[in-house]
């Protein structure tokens, strides 16, 4: 590891109930190795009675989360191609869902972008393994007020504070690339139409008369403008991108395509549309 900047998260005063998930962190990401998922280096602790301190090593990725990024090269007036950064994310959820891994947790402060620019999924504290005779994963863990935006309708058991988990299948995390990748090409959250107090806003993602975004308030003219300058996007392709979208976030988690699916259907847009990609 000469030479090699790496990137620290530590875990101090762990409790007891939460060694079995750490373990199980552990062993989901000592297992991933591709390019749209970050690279887990290792693990140093300290163990004396208790565990005090536990240090999760990465591979650094020097320009954040996708917010910090976008929000840097803008002000730079850099190019950013926002096609082929929601791309990527949507390659490592492929791989993540092959090796049959439920994600749980993507949103835009989880997609980290490495030094060459490419997007990489982390953050997998909530991440579980579905089992061959299971359909969907579980959670006992409330969501922090901040996250519920980006969680399915099917994630979501209550609609009073605090939010109790529900269930959690592959197109959960479907739906949540859909919204992440909404905010990547827009700059926009999604469901920013409603009021930012807690109880609106799961009301909103439970109901099915809303939507996470219309076309008009995240496409708007400046938007469609840069899609076009920056990743080459013609009207075409940008309606085409926005069903994508539509089908991924419905509300229905049966009737949403898997990612696979995703890939199937649009591959000609993705891959050979946009020639910069």
Request: glycine share 4%.
């Amino acid at each position: 590891m000469s030479g090699l900047t790496v990137a620290i998260k530590v875990l101090r005063d762990v409790e007891q109930y939460q060694v079995e998930r750490l373990k199980r962190q552990l062993k989901i990401m000592s297992q991933l190795r591709h390019k749209n998922i970050v690279t887990f280096m290792g693990v140093s602790y300290e163990i004396d009675g208790r565990i005090p301190e536990i240090n999760l090593i990465f591979r650094y990725c020097p320009f954040g989360n996708s917010i910090d990024y976008l929000r840097s090269m803008e002000a730079e007036g850099l190019v950013v191609n926002r096609v082929k950064m929601m791309t990527q994310v949507a390659e490592g959820l492929q791989y993540l869902h092959g090796q049959q891994i439920n994600h749980n947790d993507i949103r835009p402060s989880t997609v980290l972008i490495a030094r060459d620019g490419t997007a990489q999924l982390s953050s997998f504290y909530r991440s579980k393994e579905i089992r061959s005779n299971e359909s969907h994963t579980n959670s006992r863990e409330t969501w922090p007020e901040e996250d519920v935006r980006w969680v399915p309708p099917e994630a979501l058991k209550s609609t009073t504070w605090p939010v109790m988990p529900g269930a959690l299948y592959p197109s959960s995390d479907v739906y949540s690339w859909a919204l992440t990748s909404l905010f990547i090409l827009s700059n926009a959250e999604p469901y920013n139409h409603v009021p930012r107090i807690q109880h609106n806003l799961v009301a909103a993602i439970n109901s099915t008369q809303t939507f996470p975004a219309t076309f008009a308030s995240h496409f708007t003219p400046p938007i469609l403008q840069k899609l076009v300058q920056e990743s080459g996007l013609v009207q075409g392709g940008i309606n085409e991108v926005w069903m994508v979208l539509e089908m991924a976030w419905n509300k229905d988690h049966s009737r949403r395509p898997s990612i696979g699916e995703v890939f199937d259907s649009y591959s000609a847009v993705w891959l050979c549309r946009w020639n910069r990609c």
